[in-house]
């Protein structure tokens, strides 16, 4: 008879999983980058995030889901809320509960007109082709939200950018001016700006001092022809004053001399020395991403995976790509488990017997005390953390381009749950609403009409047999974004032409209609896609509903191999069969005579 769980039992267990939860959504973190023009195949600017956590965020609902904020007018002398964001890996103000989302830890003078922008946990774009994407690293300090001291994290300020500004210059200006003016809570970030033309970065952490209510931030331009990458540690290194392509906070070197994590003595200053610990939670779980990406890209530099520590500048800043990047090949970047690497997660027992690339997150995945400078961790079973993590909750592809006006040459290409079997569906600039389901979803609430659950249930479905699975979704996903990047082209080429008709209603009507429709029949084709993998993949066997036909293909002879099967149950000597040494699984079938011995049946196999 199954045990009835008490009630207290079952919500004290809740609350257990949890905090787990949350502490997951700062364990998990983010990749990012930026591809200039110069270095995309057709001029565009191309600006990607993926967001790999779990729980609500400074909207006050789950983290997976897209939000439109529509353009506005405002009244002279309205003040602008700054919301506080319990994804910071800081406690609320006051001490409260960090899963306080949707409170108010202060406010900004309002400005009189804000621009329309998509954002979600971080701004994403907005109707002037400015585009953002935001990672978490670890900090030395990490200050708590304290209402009028320290009231902006990276969420709100990418969201008041978006607002407020059109070139991403400007953005980081306006980034650092309000971490100097209102201060900076909670973990460590980097955020990316750019426009159709330029593209910088900015990283910020708390003051190193408690008592200070501001932050430390520094801003580097990407170079032009130039792809910068991030993945949860801070990538900008010497600061020099009177670069031109830097900017940084007016007392950033006085702060660190105070602190005394750098002296003029020390030479030029290394901004991720002086402020972090470097990687984000083990060795490897961020530097190995952008080795990744980079040596993706430029094969040429012949980039080692492994370096001597999280301090290393094996990895540039940027690099120039080997090939120019098209769009499908930025969507590329964010598929991967380092297929064809030593550190491929479709191999080995570990992806069992059908290439599973996910490993569930344990113990040893977790951040505990990694920032400690004073010693070295080495955790049994840690695994690798690739680009394409089963605990994401979206990931999109920004794309700004200057040969077209800004309703239209911005897209967010955005993908809900994990990147590999997402699908990117466009996201005009110039678009006054969203498919319903790309704005509604729970973890908590299985929602089949729901954009994350839609793509969610296909990752969790093919992990049953990925090897067979992937394939069919991978041939489904080109099909649909191929289709979508055709229609696309159709789209700008009629709504530039109404811009330049000077009928600008007509455009925006059109770029919304586009819009809502890709994004409904995208939802409905994966839902289609989804029937025909659980029909075909049910109970272990591969069922083709077209023919009837039923295969029954068992499991593959190296991996019955390597998890120690022999041969049996179907002899009768089974035990003297398990206990023989060095008799492996062949794969091969032996016919023994009826009375044939242990010996004679070993010398058959």
Request: negative net charge; proline residues 5%; charged residues 20%.
């Amino acid at each position: 008879m199954r045990k009835r769980i008490g009630t207290t039992h079952f919500f004290q267990n809740f609350l257990c999983l949890f905090a787990v939860l949350l502490l997951v959504s700062n364990a998990a973190a983010c990749t990012v980058f930026a591809i200039t023009p110069g270095a995309s195949e057709d001029g565009s600017m191309y600006v990607g995030h993926t967001n790999d956590g779990v729980g609500k965020d400074w909207r006050n609902i789950d983290d997976i889901s897209l939000t439109f904020v529509p353009a506005a007018d405002h009244a002279a002398g309205e003040k602008r809320p700054v919301f506080f964001d319990p994804d910071s890996g800081s406690d609320a103000a006051g001490g409260e509960d960090s899963s306080d989302s949707g409170r108010v830890l202060g406010y900004i003078d309002q400005v009189p007109h804000t621009y329309a922008y998509y954002t979600g946990s971080y701004g994403m774009m907005n109707e002037h082709q400015l585009l953002s994407a935001e990672c978490t690293e670890y900090a030395k300090v990490e200050l708590g939200a304290a209402e009028g001291k320290r009231i902006f994290y990276s969420s709100e300020l990418s969201n008041v950018a978006l607002e407020r500004c059109t070139k991403a210059r400007e953005a980081v200006e306006l980034v650092g001016g309000l971490i100097d003016t209102y201060g900076y809570y909670g973990t460590g970030e980097t955020l990316i700006f750019a426009d159709p033309e330029e593209a910088w970065v900015i990283e910020i952490c708390s003051s190193l001092d408690e008592e200070d209510g501001g932050g430390l931030w520094v801003a580097q331009k990407i170079p032009d022809g130039e792809v910068f990458v991030a993945a949860n540690e801070f990538r900008i290194r010497e600061v020099v004053p009177g670069n031109p392509d830097q900017i940084y906070s007016t007392d950033l070197f006085s702060k660190l001399e105070d602190a005394g994590v750098w002296s003029p003595a020390d030479g030029t200053l290394d901004w991720l020395e002086a402020v972090s610990y470097g990687e984000y939670a083990h060795p490897y779980y961020s530097l190995m991403r952008v080795w990744r990406i980079q040596d993706r890209l430029a094969p040429s530099l012949n980039l080692s995976p492994y370096v001597e520590n999280s301090y290393t500048k094996a990895y540039p800043f940027t690099i120039t790509p080997d090939e120019k990047v098209n769009l499908t090949g930025a969507f590329s970047l964010f598929r991967d488990h380092y297929e064809g690497t030593g550190f491929d997660l479709t191999t080995g027992e570990a992806a069992g017997p059908f290439g599973n690339p996910y490993r569930y997150l344990g113990p040893d995945d977790g951040h505990t005390d990694f920032q400690n400078a004073s010693y070295m961790e080495v955790r049994a079973g840690a695994n690798p953390r690739p680009v394409s993590a089963v605990f994401c909750s979206y990931s999109y592809v920004a794309q700004a381009r200057s040969s077209l006006p800004d309703p239209v040459g911005g897209v967010l290409w955005f993908g809900p749950a994990v990147a590999y079997e997402t699908v990117y569906a466009p996201f005009y600039a110039g678009s006054t609403n969203v498919s319903t389901a790309y704005t509604t979803g729970d973890r908590l609430q299985y929602d089949p009409d729901s954009a994350y659950w839609t793509f969610d249930l296909v990752t969790n479905w093919a992990m049953l047999r990925y090897d067979a699975m992937i394939d069919e979704i991978i041939a489904k996903q080109g099909e649909i974004e191929a289709e979508s990047i055709a229609l696309v082209q159709e789209t700008d080429r009629e709504a530039a032409e109404l811009i330049a008709a000077g009928d600008n209603e007509e455009a925006a009507r059109l770029l919304t209609d586009f819009t809502v429709t890709r994004g409904d029949e995208i939802i409905d084709e994966w839902h289609a896609l989804t029937g025909t993998l659980i029909v075909t993949y049910s109970n272990g066997l591969i069922t083709d509903p077209a023919t009837e036909a039923v295969e029954e293909p068992g499991y593959p002879a190296w991996w019955l191999n390597e998890t120690g099967y022999q041969y049996g149950l179907r002899v009768y000597p089974l035990e003297e069969l398990h206990a023989a040494d060095g008799l492996n699984y062949t794969g091969n079938t032996v016919r023994a005579p009826l009375n044939a011995t242990f010996a004679d049946i070993r010398e058959l196999i």
